[in-house]
């Protein structure tokens, strides 16, 4: 009884333009450090919260973004809403993913989230997913009734140069911390040498038997059109609308620069192709993996080596499943990070999820948005 009387006069009500604003002061103190926490909201994330509910190809005006006012018409609460239309077995369907759902002061407005998720499950679409959500966005799906998905779930992450991994860690708390990297790069030596390097991939390791060429964003997406169809559950993409997800995802200046590579066939055809962000010293970060399972360890094995010759200190990406097997017999390690959920009214829709045949993660899903890995300064 407390807790409804806290929020009396509160209310739940669609993201309006006017909005923006607060909802980008929202997005900096939930998801935002330090100074950036607290800065004023830059006119390129005021931009990016636009285009992003508002004005993407598949913009849908019946499925939109929630916001959670008091009594006095404050913004406290969000949950972004973005439509992706797919197709199961020759259905066209609407997806909507839910992320970015934040409340400001929980304890003042404690039943904000569950009301803020309620009202995007009540939406008019076939099937609900976040891709992002944290532990506690999880746990209210999770009270709705709604399972969590282990293998969507799962993060990982591969070493390639333990000491330089540890030091870019260490940088984002302490800058400072930065002028150790020479000794780094002695420890990650002597390791290799000591220990006849064995985190290092090796080109010789395994037969491969597609060969990867490093692609512009044009060719990857034009193969994207052609291996989207490995998967049961997938983007209905065409061209313009898969440019505008593709030229948003290239912009997230935390994760470095993108990269691009293209396996073709005997046929000339695309057979696999992956996009990854790269940066010497630090982490790379697996956007998007397209190819059959049995196809994945060549994948796999060309993205170690690609990002290894570039001198990252790792890759790490969350889960595609048709991965996790070829990750697991690599060396990766797997954590809990982000978590995956999905929710339908008809069952049956699930079942892609289930069998980790839906094409509904990375570019496909919520990790083309600028929100995941840029710092919005200018």
């Known amino acids: 009884m407390a807790e409804a009387l806290r929020d009396a006069g509160a209310t739940v009500r669609h993201f309006e333009l006017d909005d923006i604003p607060a ?37 849908d005006p019946q499925i939109r973004s929630w916001v959670f006012v008091d009594e006095a018409g404050e913004v406290h609460g969000f949950i972004g809403a973005n439509v ?5 077995e020759g259905r066209p369907l609407r997806v909507a993913y839910a992320g970015a759902l934040t409340v400001e002061d929980s304890a003042l407005h404690p039943l904000a989230g569950a009301r803020l998720l309620r009202s995007f499950l ?11 959500a944290n532990a506690t966005a999880a746990r209210m799906w999770q009270k ?7 293998a969507y779930s799962l993060n990982w992450i591969r070493l390639l140069r333990p000491a330089a991994g540890a030091m870019s860690i260490l940088e984002r708390k302490l800058p400072a911390a930065r002028l150790l ?8 030596w002597a390791f290799a040498r000591m220990l006849s390097d064995p985190l290092r991939p090796r080109v010789e390791a395994s037969p491969r038997r597609l060969s990867f060429q490093t692609v512009e964003r044009s060719e990857f997406d034009a193969a994207a059109l052609h291996l989207k169809d490995f998967y049961a559950l997938r983007p209905r993409w065409d061209a313009p609308s898969l440019h505008w997800f593709s030229s948003h995802a290239a912009v997230k200046r935390n ?42 360890g060549d994948l796999v094995d060309d993205m170690l080596l690609d990002a290894d010759s570039y001198g990252c200190a790792g890759i790490r990406g969350a889960a595609q499943p048709w991965l996790n097997a070829a990750l697991m017999s690599r060396k990766s390690l797997f954590l809990s990070r982000t978590f995956f959920l999905a929710h339908a009214r008809d069952k049956t829709l699930l079942q892609p ?5 839906a094409l509904a993660s990375g570019l496909a899903g919520e990790s083309w948005m600028r929100l995941i890995g840029d710092d919005f300064r200018d």
Do not use: C
Request: net charge neutral; charged share 20%.
């Open 23 to 59: 909802v980008a002061r929202l997005f900096l103190k939930t998801f935002r450090k330090g100074r950036a926490a607290s800065a004023t909201p830059s006119p390129v994330l005021l931009a990016q919260l636009r285009q992003i509910y508002f004005e993407t190809p598949w913009y």
């Open 84 to 88: 992706v239309p797919m197709e199961y």
């Open 122 to 132: 009540s939406g008019p679409q076939d099937i609900s997913v976040t891709e992002t």
């Open 144 to 150: 709705q009734g709604i399972p969590l998905n282990t």
């Open 181 to 188: 990297s020479p000794l780094a790069h002695g420890i990650d």
């Open 255 to 296: 994760f470095g620069e993108p990269r691009y590579r293209l396996a073709l066939g005997r046929d000339g055809q695309p057979a696999s192709a992956y996009a990854y962000f790269r940066r010497r010293d630090d982490f790379a970060w697996m956007l998007q993996s397209l190819v059959t399972p049995e196809q994945a």
């Open 353 to 357: 999820f289930l069998a980790g045949e």
